[in-house]
């Protein structure tokens, strides 16, 4: 089994930065990819990031050029540091493990942006 628990969640206001980590542990394999999600009130879960053990980096457009992730695998341990925060990025912030097609998640924390 892998737990996944997330910190660096709050309440920011718009134009500011935070950091959010995620530690793994567990049995983790060398081989997988970590990233976050994002679920705002009323909306559907989408994707805000991925990043593969080897460092190959995704981004959905919304949050290009203002997010990023990296991880330190020897921590496994993935991060995500966001800048220019907007009131729309306002959500509850999951992070996963994918490996040998298996998915895992963490609790959620919460980033609220003031406008």
């Known amino acids: 089994q892998v737990q996944l628990v997330e910190s660096g969640g709050g309440l920011v206001q718009a134009g500011g930065s935070l950091r959010l980590s995620c530690a793994a542990s567990g049995s983790i394999f060398s081989i997988n990819v970590m990233g976050w999600y994002r679920q705002a009130p009323g909306k559907q879960r989408e994707l805000v990031a991925t990043?593969?053990?080897?460092?190959?980096?995704d981004y959905a457009d919304s949050v290009k050029g203002r997010f990023t992730i990296s991880r330190d695998n020897a921590k496994n341990t993935v991060y995500l540091q966001m800048n220019s925060l907007k009131h729309e990025d306002t959500a509850v912030y999951s992070c996963t493990l994918v490996q040998r097609n298996n998915d895992y998640w963490g609790q959620g924390t919460q980033v609220t942006v003031s406008s």
């Open positions: 990043i593969t053990s080897g460092g190959r980096a």
